[in-house]
């Protein structure tokens, strides 16, 4: 680990004996439904393999989504006025953030909020060339965590930013239960930028998550390989296979990890058995229409305000707005 990542703050809820990652990998390996949560992808192999993902020819969101973030800067930054915090949940790279960042007024402070420790500081290492004085508060933790942002900043208005559709890991009342969660970190009143990806033709779809490069296979796997190396697990990686499939009737794209053959894997002592054919669900990503996802923003307590889309209408990027509360909204 570098010296800049061991310094980033590190905020779990409740520590446990065993560590949060051995006890998501036994109780998703232990389902009738074998499955892994997402958010295990990103260790520093997962970050980087993710940032090659971005680049591929098929993988049409990150590009439609920054061309989008770029021309509208103004629009979408402007509202804040000067002094802003911008608070980023699940920053990865932080490429998208320097375009916000570029059309905020002088802004206060930007806390980036991620899992990966690799990703923040290799983020907080390049813009801290790009925007020198910006105070750079890097948070490893996950989204979902009671997070207080630091004293030194809340008296400063909020603007929260969530690209890359990482809304769409989470089912939509899911996708709710954290937009409400990111209005109690923000505070009223508020702005949310959120990233969400559009239905559009499955075989896109479908490619952009199983490229002919096989980056995003090697994604998938390094889940397998990242439980070997540091649960101790003994997967035999060739022996499983990547499908992402699109699933019409819940609108998302499923990644699985497939069993190529009969086999059992160790994790920490306990063996888990795979059939031919058997699946580790690893990643849902649903796709929205837009009123789709406002309606799920409304429930969350949130007004959508903007919205940015591409000419294709791919990607959509949406304002919304956290009204002051009033004192019985506890937010
Ligand atoms: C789909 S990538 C998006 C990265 C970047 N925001 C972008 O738009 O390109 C998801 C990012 O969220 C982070 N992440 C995933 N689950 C998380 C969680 N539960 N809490 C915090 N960060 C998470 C990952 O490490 C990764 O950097």
């Known amino acids: 680990m570098t010296p800049r990542a061991q310094t980033i703050q590190a905020v779990r ?60 800067a103004p629009s979408i930054a402007g509202p804040s006025g000067r002094d802003a915090v911008l608070v980023e949940f699940g920053s990865g ?12 007024a ?15 500081s290799d983020a907080w290492a390049r813009l801290e060339l790009r925007f020198p004085g910006l105070d750079i508060i890097p948070v490893n933790a996950s989204f979902w965590e009671a997070l207080r942002l630091p004293a030194r900043v809340l008296a400063h208005g909020k603007l929260g930013f969530f690209p890359g559709s990482t809304i ?29 990806d559009l239905e559009k033709d499955p ?32 997967f035999d990686v060739a022996r499983f296979a990547h499908r992402a499939i699109y699933d019409q009737e819940f609108k998302r794209i499923e990644m699985h990890l497939v069993s190529r053959a009969r086999q059992t894997a160790q994790v920490l002592g306990r063996s888990f058995s795979f059939a031919e054919g058997e699946t580790i669900h690893t990643e849902n990503s649903y796709k929205y229409s837009v009123e789709q996802f406002r309606a799920v923003a409304r429930g969350a307590g949130w007004q959508p305000a903007g919205l940015w889309m591409d000419a294709n209408r791919d990607f959509s990027v949406h304002e919304l707005v956290l009204p002051q509360a009033r004192a019985a909204d506890g937010v």
């Open 13 to 72: 809820s409740e520590p446990s004996s065993l560590d949060e990652f051995a006890q998501a990998v036994l109780k998703g390996l232990s389902a009738p439904r074998k499955r892994l949560p997402c958010q295990y992808f990103y260790d520093a192999v997962g970050s980087m393999l993710f940032e090659e993902i971005t680049r591929l020819e098929e993988y049409y969101p990150t590009r439609t989504e920054t061309a989008i973030l770029h021309a509208h």
């Open 93 to 104: 790279s932080s490429r998208k953030t320097e375009l916000v960042l570029a059309a905020l």
């Open 106 to 120: 002088a802004p206060r402070a930007y806390v980036p909020i991620d899992v990966s420790v690799s990703a923040l």
């Open 168 to 196: 769409g890991n989470f089912d939509p009342p899911d996708a709710g239960r954290l937009l409400m969660h990111f209005a109690r970190v923000l505070g009223s009143p508020s702005r949310l930028i959120v990233g969400v």
């Open 203 to 234: 075989q896109r779809l479908v490619a952009a998550y199983d490229d002919a490069k096989g980056v995003t296979a090697r994604f998938n796997l390094n889940l397998l390989e990242r439980i070997n190396r540091e649960l101790g697990g003994d």
